[in-house]
Structure formats: C-alpha cells, structure tokens
C-alpha cells in the first residue's frame, strides 16, 4: 500500500490549491481518509477528514475554505484548499485506514501515511 500527494506548491495568500492523495495497492477498502499538516517545531495536526460513508469534518481554522472529498473508484483523495492564508503553510500529509488484500489473499487492516507536499502561502 502507498500513499502519494501532490498538487502542492507556492501560492499568494487569497489563492487556492488542490492536493491530491493516490492510495494504490490491493486496496478493499478505505474507512477513513484524512490530511493532516505540520509545520517545523509543531505537533502534526489534522485539517479535515471524511470516513468511507462521506462524513467529513473540519479542523477550525479549515472550515469555510477546506473541501474534502474522494473518488473511490479512483482510490483518491483531494483537499481543495481556497483563500489560503499564510499560516496554512505547512507540509500536507494524506493519511488513510484502510483494509488491503495481501499476497496470501488475506485481509489487513492498518494506518499509512504519505509523505507529505509542501504549501507555502506567502507574498
């Protein structure tokens, strides 16, 4: 299983970037989905999060202006951010809980995390 975002980047503040999370794998099932960010010297924190029904929820400072979404077909998730501040800057990391079919043709459920894409909101 592998977790890679992109759509990361510089952008002015007022701007809007879409980040993207590929899960690819023997994926069954993604329960839950989340973007998380960290910023150096800070506890990574969770921005927004949607669950395999489509429930999602929003961190404070992301709400009004964060989206989350998935293709489930596709394996992806998406974080559309608009009207970015420059305290957004920080890496984004794509997190999911999923449950995978390994090479032994069992199910595994486990957590995995991407590497992140760095967002920087500056003028």
């Known amino acids: 299983v592998q977790l890679v975002e992109s759509g990361g980047g510089s952008v002015q503040p007022g701007g809007s970037l879409r980040l993207s999370c590929a899960v690819s794998?023997?994926?069954?099932?993604?329960?839950?989905a989340g973007w998380y960010r960290q910023v150096p010297g800070r506890e990574r924190e969770l921005v927004a999060s949607?669950?395999?029904?489509?429930?999602?929820n929003y961190e404070d400072s992301g709400k009004g202006r964060f989206t989350i979404s998935k293709d489930n077909d596709k394996n992806m998730v998406y974080l559309q951010m608009n009207t970015l501040k420059p305290e957004d800057t920080a890496v984004y990391y794509c997190?999911?809980?999923?449950?995978?079919?390994?090479?032994?043709?069992?199910?595994?459920?486990?957590?995995?995390w991407g590497k992140g894409t760095p967002v920087t909101v500056s003028s």
């Open positions: 997190h999911a809980d999923l449950t995978a079919l390994t090479e032994a043709s069992e199910y595994e459920v486990g957590k995995y």
């Open positions: 794998g023997n994926i069954v099932r993604i329960h839950f």
């Open positions: 949607i669950t395999s029904s489509g429930a999602t």
